[in-house]
């Protein structure tokens, strides 16, 4: 029993690390104000009616962007779309669990599992549910991502209902570190999704589609109604896979160059980019197949030859260190 004490401690003073901007609340400082938990399978009843909160749980916050799941069929076509390289879920990582709904599903497929949770009362609701799941208390978009695959033995496969009003900015939080990300399976809004998979010459075609096609293979698995969760959003969702196993990301090109190229040509999409850039151009004509073009026109590898003209070729090491190119300071959006 005492070395089992000493091994869980050892174990969360690791994970202390990983998990900045984490809340320091008198009721949850332990290890240096990071709680870690762990939490077991237990049963959920399916209800296909309009989704109600259990009674005595508590009320989801408007300034968390909390939307719950609530429908079992949905619940269990997420869990099926996971896959997780490491078999018991040691390199799984669900965002923002919530009151446990997808929690209790997964765990049951992968009892090693880890999730990332900001909401005191949700962790909770955790403890007393899941007492065997370890739960790191951190706002997700403070979470060193290279220091948690390290510690987790490998690129992590992400999972979760993400709130709307930050999903870019969670998303680009991981595309800012891709060696330390497998995949991510995640609900956005409909909209989002759409914005992400887009192809050039289309009115949603931009600097999402960019980044997570430069950086992922995106696909939507599924369209999601509203009804299904509580409360019920005004739009529809979806849930979307990023694969980052599937691409190697850009090479010899400054990330942060080529933001500024994607973020200046996008910021005047109706214009050509011999205009929209011109700043760059310091007296310099863009060569022939640019110079014509809008930004909706060009793929996104196009995008990374540009910038080298621009700016030369740069080597971009990966390192391990935590990253912070596409995701903005505050937690704002594009």
């Not at 919530?98 to 997964?106: I, P, S």
């Not at 009003?165 to 399976?185: K, M």
Request: aromatic fraction near 8%.
């Amino acid at each position: 029993m005492l070395l089992q004490s000493v091994c869980k401690l050892c174990r969360c003073s690791l994970l202390l690390s990983i998990a900045h901007g984490f809340l320091f609340r008198p009721e949850l400082q332990r290890f240096g104000g990071t709680h870690f938990s762990t939490v077991r399978p237990t049963m959920m009843v399916a209800s296909k009616r309009a989704p109600t909160l259990p009674s005595g749980e508590f009320r989801p916050k408007q300034s968390l962007g909390q939307n719950y799941l609530s429908d079992m069929n949905y619940i269990l076509k997420i869990v099926n779309a996971m896959t997780c390289d490491s078999s018991d879920g040691q390199r799984l990582v669900e965002l923002g669990p919530g009151m446990g709904a997808l929690t209790r599903e997964l765990i049951k497929r992968y009892p090693a599992m880890t999730a990332i949770e900001v909401d005191p009362r949700a962790i909770e609701q955790l403890n007393e549910a899941l007492p065997d799941l370890t739960v790191i208390h951190s706002d997700v978009l403070q979470v060193n991502w290279p220091a948690l695959s390290k510690l987790k033995g490998g690129p992590l496969s992400v999972v979760g209902n993400l709130p709307y009003h930050i999903t870019s900015q969670i998303l680009f939080g991981l595309a800012d570190n891709p060696q330390a990300v497998r995949s991510a399976v995640v609900t956005t809004q409909w909209e989002v999704a759409q914005r992400i998979c887009s192809g050039p010459n289309s009115k949603d075609y931009g600097i999402l589609s960019v980044v997570f096609q430069l950086f992922t293979r995106p696909r939507i698995l599924f369209k999601i109604p509203n009804t299904v969760f509580y409360p019920a959003p005004k739009v529809a969702s979806a849930l979307i896979e990023l694969d980052f196993s599937a691409k190697e990301g850009p090479k010899d090109v400054d990330l942060m160059k080529l933001k500024k190229v994607i973020s200046a040509a996008f910021q005047q999409r109706r214009k050509m980019l011999r205009r929209s850039l011109q700043p760059f151009l310091q007296g310099r004509k863009l060569p022939e197949q640019f110079e014509d073009k809008r930004p909706e026109q060009l793929k996104p590898q196009e995008f990374v030859e540009l910038t080298k003209f621009l700016y030369g070729e740069q080597k971009d090491e990966p390192g391990s260190s935590q990253k912070r190119v596409f995701r903005k300071e505050n937690h704002g959006d594009y």
